[in-house]
């Protein structure tokens, strides 16, 4: 069955630090990949996705992922952080058309 | 462009009473539809989703209900709330794979 691991439940970095937040995916096929971001008492804002070709996507906010097929791999990266981007992240696979399988999350602190 | 809704915003109920929680949806015909919980400090949990009219999936048995009684319009209902109810409920559609959400609501059943 299809599943998606968020390895870390609460990252904190400085403002202006690079970030990475790791995303793994079981799937038996080419799957079609997402990120979503989370303010606190929000819904969740699409960041960017992969469906095919170029494995490195960009994404709204400065946001970027690379897909890596050999590592099972979608992971979010930001070159530059800003206290605003202190939210909950979410990847996510679709399962088929229909359903999108998500990972539990990892929360984002930012230090000024 | 399109646009989600959901409403209330925020509920506070009893435990034992009815709940309705409405979504509608504009600028899109024929989407599907989906119902998520968020229990406090948790991941989305996938409740119902909906690809046309009176169509329903239900992804986890429980005492909550999901209609769709229009092309846009998706309604989560119970008729007796528990105190495992609380948490964020968010509805969302998609056209393709991506799915677009709403503003959530958040109930707390006390």
């Known amino acids: 069955a299809q599943s998606v691991t968020q390895p870390d439940i609460h990252i904190t970095v400085s403002e202006g630090a690079s970030l990475e937040l790791r995303c793994n995916y079981s799937?038996?096929?080419?799957?079609?990949l997402f990120w979503y971001v989370q303010s606190p008492g929000q819904g969740l804002q699409l960041l960017l996705k992969?469906?095919?070709?170029?494995?490195l996507v960009q994404g709204i906010k400065g946001f970027e992922a690379e897909f890596k097929r050999s590592q099972s791999s979608f992971n979010l990266r930001k070159p530059s952080v800003h206290w605003s981007d202190a939210a909950e992240y979410f990847c996510?696979?679709?399962?088929?058309?229909?359903?999108?399988?998500f990972g539990t999350g990892t929360r984002l602190q930012v230090f000024p | 462009s399109q646009t989600i809704h959901q409403w209330p915003a925020t509920l506070v109920q009893p435990v034992g009473s009815p709940l309705s929680l409405e979504c509608t949806v504009e600028?899109?015909?024929?989407?599907?539809l989906y119902w998520y919980r968020q229990a406090a400090g948790r991941g989305l949990q996938l409740l119902f989703y909906?690809?046309?009219?009176?169509?329903i999936s239900s992804e986890v048995p429980q005492n909550l209900s999901a209609s769709r009684p229009q092309d846009r319009q998706f309604i989560l209902s119970s008729k007796k709330l528990l105190l495992s109810d609380s948490g964020f409920y968010l509805c969302?559609?998609?056209?393709?794979?991506?799915?677009?959400f709403g503003p959530g609501t958040r109930l707390t059943v006390t």
């Open positions: 992969y469906f095919s070709g170029d494995t």
């Open positions: 600028g899109t015909s024929n989407p599907n």
């Open positions: 799937y038996g096929a080419t799957p079609y």
């Open positions: 909906s690809v046309g009219i009176g169509q």
């Open positions: 969302a559609w998609a056209s393709g794979v991506e799915q677009y």
């Open positions: 996510a696979v679709a399962h088929n058309t229909d359903k999108l399988i």
